[in-house]
């Protein structure tokens, strides 16, 4: 699908640091901008982090007007995606449900509804009526811990084949030119000044003329490599899938309160996580905490699942920051730029880091898109808060 991996040359235009899904799509993008010169560093294979242990979900019905934007914006690339890139993406907009089971959660839910409506985004508040109806196999009768009272709406919602928009950026970035080099592990970053001249990998050292973090949970690592701080902690964020099922879920089904998003794939399986672990760690191993937590109440919305067998589990890393929005864009060094401090919300905006990172790269110019995201707000105290919008850092 791609060239085999080529050697290093002594030197790049720019350097992609991290072949995940914002990676990939930043080298697919320069393309446009006529920028070919790149190579793309994986210490593991592409897509073996936050890129392919998600759970698929893309929405746009964030809390803040700039988080709003911003995903919309990724949800319209993504329903394209699949055209431009020549790939089946698996991409299904099946409508997203976000469960409120008290009065407060009702009136958030009202308030996003409200936010994502003033910015063209189809969202509406639904009462238990039309809960049932959109997902008639899930209980929503009075008699349980959790009723549900209604629910945040979102059609445009839906799942998509989180290994195949992987590969489709990673086919067209190469197509591009990009070089892509797996199982290359960056060691260091050389800084002279305001600016990062070389970055260090086992393989040797490559001078670069733009240097772009796209690294996720191992973000800070890499930004502590240039001298650059950032305001974040990694979490490990635990999913399941079931056997196959006789398909009876067509909706993706959220609950902040009961810790649980689920949403049932194509070939039957129900695809299924749970809260981010509150302790900060890199080790990626599943808990029985979690398993317990996210069954018990699974099983409160859909007790015909009650025997159906769990086939694997898995975690992956999550890098929070304090407002839980990303930090996207420059900073203090002068050709170093990042992509972190996504949460959950990482993969919901592949397409979208992609384009905006490219025309930052080529214009030196910061899109309006990603301004509100700099890493400068948390100096400047203008943070862009979403996490009433996190359901489950969701």
């Known amino acids: 699908m791609w060239r085999s991996r080529p050697e290093l040359k002594s030197r790049y235009d720019v350097v992609i640091i991290g072949g995940g899904s914002h990676g990939l799509a930043t080298a697919y993008y320069l393309r446009q901008h006529g920028i070919t010169d790149v190579a793309i560093l994986e210490k593991g294979y592409i897509g073996s982090g936050a890129a392919g242990r998600n759970t698929t979900i893309i929405r746009s019905n964030y809390k803040t007007p700039e988080g709003a934007r911003f995903y919309d914006a990724s949800v319209k690339l993504y329903e394209k995606l699949g055209q431009d890139?020549?790939?089946?993406?698996?991409?299904?907009?099946?409508?997203?449900?976000?469960?409120?089971?008290?009065?407060?959660?009702?009136?958030?839910?009202?308030?996003?509804?409200?936010?994502?409506?003033?910015?063209?985004?189809?969202?509406?508040?639904?009462?238990?009526?039309?809960?049932?109806?959109?997902?008639?196999?899930?209980?929503?009768?009075?008699?349980?811990?959790?009723?549900?009272?209604?629910?945040?709406?979102?059609?445009?919602?839906?799942?998509?084949?989180?290994?195949?928009?992987?590969?489709?950026?990673?086919?067209?970035?190469?197509?591009?030119?990009?070089?892509?080099?797996?199982?290359?592990?960056?060691?260091?970053?050389?800084?002279?000044?305001?600016?990062?001249?070389?970055?260090?990998?086992?393989?040797?050292?490559?001078?670069?003329?733009?240097?772009?973090?796209?690294?996720?949970?191992?973000?800070?690592?890499?930004?502590?490599?240039?001298?650059?701080?950032?305001?974040?902690?990694?979490?490990?964020?635990?999913?399941?899938?079931?056997?196959?099922?006789?398909?009876?879920?067509?909706?993706?089904?959220?609950?902040?309160?009961?810790?649980?998003?689920?949403?049932?794939?194509?070939?039957?399986?129900?695809?299924?996580?749970?809260?981010?672990?509150?302790?900060t760690t890199y080790r990626t191993r599943n808990t029985l905490n979690f398993l317990q937590d996210l069954t018990r109440h699974t099983l409160e919305l859909f007790p015909q699942l009650e025997h159906a067998r769990l086939l694997r589990a898995w975690a992956g890393l999550c890098d929070l920051s304090p407002d839980y929005s990303p930090i996207l864009g420059r900073t203090e060094v002068e050709n170093f730029h990042v992509s972190a401090g996504w949460g959950t919300y990482g993969f919901k905006a592949a397409p979208i880091v992609g384009q905006t990172m490219a025309e930052l790269v080529a214009t030196n110019r910061v899109p309006d898109l990603i301004a509100p995201f700099e890493l400068e707000r948390f100096y400047t105290d203008e943070l862009v808060s979403e996490l009433a919008a996190a359901a489950v850092s969701h």
């Open 85 to 279: 890139l020549n790939f089946n993406l698996l991409f299904s907009q099946c409508g997203h449900l976000t469960l409120a089971h008290t009065d407060r959660a009702l009136f958030v839910m009202a308030n996003r509804a409200e936010v994502n409506r003033l910015y063209g985004i189809d969202s509406q508040l639904v009462g238990p009526d039309e809960v049932k109806a959109l997902a008639p196999a899930m209980y929503v009768g009075p008699d349980t811990t959790h009723p549900i009272l209604g629910a945040l709406y979102h059609p445009p919602g839906g799942i998509i084949r989180h290994d195949a928009v992987v590969w489709g950026f990673a086919r067209g970035a190469d197509e591009g030119g990009a070089e892509i080099h797996q199982h290359t592990e960056v060691t260091g970053l050389e800084r002279t000044g305001d600016r990062i001249t070389a970055v260090q990998t086992d393989r040797g050292r490559v001078g670069a003329g733009v240097v772009l973090n796209c690294t996720a949970g191992w973000s800070t690592l890499l930004c502590d490599m240039a001298g650059v701080q950032l305001p974040i902690t990694t979490h490990i964020l635990q999913a399941c899938v079931t056997e196959p099922v006789k398909p009876f879920l067509d909706v993706v089904v959220v609950s902040s309160q009961m810790h649980v998003y689920l949403s049932q794939s194509d070939r039957g399986e129900f695809v299924m996580g749970s809260e981010i672990e509150p302790w």
